[in-house]
């Protein structure tokens, strides 16, 4: 057996509808109005003409934006949070990813900002329905006069969402936001459930373009039961969907060997507009949920404006000669992460270690 699943871009391409390219040309030609602007302000100059240049930024960027909700109202399966929640929240999402985009943002605090994100998806995907039943939870405190106190918080009762659910890690930017979902998951669970985890070594051939990429997953160094993935609401949470090759890559290998997912959620801080139109056309029962998205992809299939490699953010740049392995990526994680996420850490080792 091919220990090495490759998926091609014109394969993904082959999913989009004809509406969904006229989007993406349209979206295109937005955008590079946007860039002519981008290259006056980045040369200086009069205050006069920044500010007139600036002003066309905004504008296109209001009309992308009026675009990209449209598509979300007309494609099932789009979930982006500044459209689907209240606009009271809006402002929220604004400064997280204002802050995450930040080339200033250093790595502790892009490491709170991708939490405070994820934290925010898993409230538009689980709990915005006032309509679900409500568990409650009895605290002990640390208060013991006159007596031993103890208090009482009321949480949705999503069991039901939440506990047929596996952790699917496309490694390795991936693993720290796949972590913290999962541990949303054991908090809102009245069981303390905490998710099973499987993960996959993929990685897209950065030699190549947008229009030429390949996406490899590498069977003999990823860990994962396809039993346990049979019938399970998979998730996936990565900060960063660009081209959507990596998720449709690793779900079509499962879908071959037999296994039938129950639901499929991708989660992500920020995705293209491209790559998430190609998750929902690819795949069946597949929804994908954004903090925010970004109009277009640059040649090199790399978001724009975007964040950066977000993996290398959250973990450090890793050298081709000497990459760290699952093990050593947690434990530079530190004692703090470490220590808040030990259920998570120890079903990854359990299934790392295959016991």
Known sequence: MNSKIVLRAEDLDGYLTEQDNKYLAEMD???????????????????????????????VFNEMGNLMQQICREVPGLNVFSFATEEESHAEASRVIAKLRDIRTGHDEFVYYTQRAYEMLFRLAY????????????????????????????????????????MCVMLRGALLPSMIMSKEIEEYSSHGYVTPFALFKIKRDESKKENNMEYILDLDKSFFNLEELDGKDLIFADPMNATGGSLVTVV???????????????FNVIAAL?????????????????????????????????????????????TEE??????QLIADYGSNVAGLYRSQLRKIEQTVLRR
């Open 29 to 59: 030609k937005m955008y590079e109005r946007a860039l002519n602007s981008f290259k006056v302000i980045a040369g200086g100059g009069f205050s006069s003409t920044l500010a007139n240049e600036e002003k066309k930024v905004i504008d």
């Open 127 to 166: 709990t915005g329905k006032h309509s679900d039943n409500k568990n409650y939870l009895v605290v002990k405190t640390p208060v013991t006069v006159p007596v031993q106190n103890y208090s009482v918080h009321k949480i949705p009762d999503i069991d039901y969402k939440l506990e047929n659910t596996v």
């Open 252 to 266: 079509k290998y499962l879908l071959d060997q037999g296994v039938k997912p129950k639901s499929i959620k991708f």
């Open 322 to 327: 000497t990459p760290r392995n699952i093990i």
């Open 274 to 318: 491209k790559g998430s139109l190609r998750v929902v056309r690819a795949l069946e029962n597949c929804s994908c949920y954004t903090l925010w998205m970004d109009p277009v992809l640059n040649a090199s299939a790399y978001i724009m404006p975007g964040l950066g490699d977000a993996g290398d953010r959250l973990n450090g740049r890793d």
